[in-house]
């Protein structure tokens, strides 16, 4: 199978259970659709991200170019737990980004209901001028994709080639999945937040012709620069426009997925990272007042008093 060579136009997890909602209706815009192409050769899933990241910006604190980076993981995440099996309610896609950009670190998830969250390791990096395939840089993509609540999940790994997120999800895409595929990566940002962020994946069937994959091709190298289009007009419009000329045709809109910053913290989760520190740790922390745990995810606050403690520490395997 072929695979797409123009990916864009712009530069081991526990279950995924989305619990508190932050952001995003289908009202509000953020929403999954899905489309064919070319009488039935391509399958189209576009997402339109722009709550979704700019929540994502707000909870996290991100200077421009970590929202970008994560704004584009995060849409990615969405797009690829969308094929994964609809009917297992709670599978969900991770993608861990180790780069040795100023970033750092950088995890994006997404479950088959459109909720998603991420984190970056340095949200603020001090070089403010750099792109996103620079700010990740070259290392290691880990692709999780788990589906509880039976099996283990399965990861797999490719080299980060510091080529920008939607050319390493191709990439992962062709090696990792054996997927002729490419993938439409956009965020815009403005000094309010952001302005417009989404995202198109396109998968090539097998029995998709020579002619029709080069006409996909020449539509993805000729269409302007994503994220332009998503701030003009709805996902729906892009993805039309995007493919004019394609047959694209779009599936009912009974099965839009609504999307959203979703985070599924919870004090007795929080609480599960203290059950291991030893007990003269745990004193220690009693002799303070107690202890408070922050999620990574969504800077939610959790406190625990010296009494919890206390009773950590009184369990025969504190």
């Not at 990861?155 to 080639?161: A, F, G």
């Not at 269409?223 to 993805?239: F, G, N, R």
């Not at 999307?259 to 919870?266: H, V």
Request: charged residues 20%.
């Amino acid at each position: 199978m072929r695979t797409f060579r123009k990916a864009s136009a712009e530069p081991g997890r526990n279950n995924f259970k989305p619990i508190m909602v932050l952001h995003g209706t289908m009202e509000q815009g953020d929403r999954l659709i899905q489309g064919m192409a070319e009488g039935g050769d391509f399958r189209i899933l576009a997402a339109g991200t722009t709550r979704t990241v700019d929540t994502a910006r707000e909870l996290l604190d991100l200077a421009p170019v970590a929202t970008d980076a994560l704004g584009r993981a995060l849409t990615g995440s969405i797009l690829m737990a969308r094929l994964l099996d609809k009917n297992v309610k709670h599978q969900y896609v991770t993608l861990r980004f180790e780069g040795d950009g100023p970033l750092g670190v950088m995890i994006a998830e997404a479950n088959v209901a459109g909720a998603a969250r991420g984190w970056v390791a340095n949200p603020v990096p001090l070089d403010e001028t750099l792109d996103v395939s620079r700010a990740i840089g070259r290392g290691l993509l880990t692709v999780v994709r788990g589906t509880p609540p039976a099996g283990k999940p399965y990861t797999s790994q490719i080299e980060l080639k510091g080529s920008g997120v939607a050319q390493e999800l191709t990439r992962y895409l062709a090696r990792s999945e054996q997927m002729s595929s490419a993938v439409l990566l956009g965020v815009l940002n403005r000094r309010r937040g952001v302005a417009a962020a989404g995202g198109i994946l396109i998968q090539a069937f097998p029995h998709a012709s020579a002619d029709s994959v080069e006409r996909i091709e020449q539509r993805i190298k000729e269409a302007p620069p994503l994220s332009t289009l998503l701030e003009k007009m709805p996902i729906e419009d892009v993805v039309a426009a995007v493919f004019h000329g394609c047959h694209y045709k779009q599936i009912d809109s009974s099965f839009n997925v609504a999307l959203s910053y979703s985070c599924s913290c919870s004090r007795e989760r929080a609480l599960a990272p203290l059950q291991l520190f030893a007990p003269d740790e745990l004193r220690e922390m009693v002799a303070q007042g107690g202890s408070e745990v922050v999620c990574q995810f969504c800077g939610r606050k959790y406190r625990f008093s010296a009494g919890d403690l206390l009773a950590l520490n009184a369990k025969p395997d504190a």
